[in-house]
């Protein structure tokens, strides 16, 4: 877990404790950099995470809020997509299709038992992370997953194009967890490529991971067509 995320870790937990009110406003960035002793750089990624999953909310000119159950955010379901004005969210999603159907159709042809028991491993932690609430470890987990998946590929340009483009597609990870009716789905369709890998047909695993990112757009709101799928 790196800074960022232990910081988002730790907002979680006082926002679920009702640390804070409802729909309240958090201190000062100031104040709140202090009392977790972090940078305020640190801070406002945290906060920036924490608002992509649907749990905080900032508003120009007045601060950041706890956001209230289902509160429709900016640019997705419910969560706030935080590259908007730069990247359409469905551009995204259509790009990592192409990049993630690819990783998944490599690693068919190239798993092995160890690989899959790692991929096994981040669903054990998704759905420990959902029985605790865990907004934060389910992302967390869920981009394990897909690191893992990219690994296992074997291809250093095809990672090296994953991780140029990371903190964007994290942020559409994220949107995707925002909405709470549908948190688990994820893992049943990790567990549905798992399977597809464990048959070593490309294809299968190819279209396992091509029903995966449609899913995962349309907890964002949005209906995605695949052009050529």
Avoid at 115 to 131: F, K, N, V, Y
Wanted: contains cysteine; aromatic residues 4%; proline residues 3%.
């Amino acid at each position: 877990m790196n800074t960022v995320e232990h910081i988002a870790q730790q907002l979680q937990a006082r926002i679920r404790s009702s640390e804070w009110a409802a729909a309240g406003k958090l201190p000062g960035q100031r104040q709140l950099a202090e009392s977790l002793g972090v940078s305020r750089a640190s801070l406002r990624e945290a906060i920036t995470m924490l608002e992509g999953l649907g749990m905080l909310r900032s508003e120009a000119g007045r601060g950041v809020f706890i956001a209230r159950p289902g509160e429709k955010g900016l640019g997705s379901a419910y969560g706030r997509w935080r590259f908007q004005g730069r990247y359409a969210l469905r551009d995204v999603y259509l790009v990592r299709n192409q990049l993630e159907e690819l990783a998944a159709g490599l690693a068919a042809s190239v798993v092995t038992q160890a690989g899959l028991s790692r991929l096994h491993a981040t669903i054990e932690q998704m759905e420990q992370a959902a029985d605790a609430g865990d907004l934060v470890t389910m992302s967390e987990g869920d981009h394990a997953f897909h690191a893992c998946l990219f690994e296992i590929a074997g291809s250093p340009m095809l990672l090296d194009l994953a991780e140029s483009i990371g903190d964007v597609v994290d942020g559409s990870r994220q949107v995707a967890f925002a909405d709470p009716a549908r948190v688990r789905e994820p893992i049943r369709e990790h567990a549905e490529i798992i399977d597809a890998l464990a048959t070593g047909s490309p294809e299968a695993a190819r279209r396992a991971m091509r029903a995966h990112i449609c899913n995962v757009a349309d907890r964002a709101g949005l209906s995605l067509t695949i052009p050529g799928a």
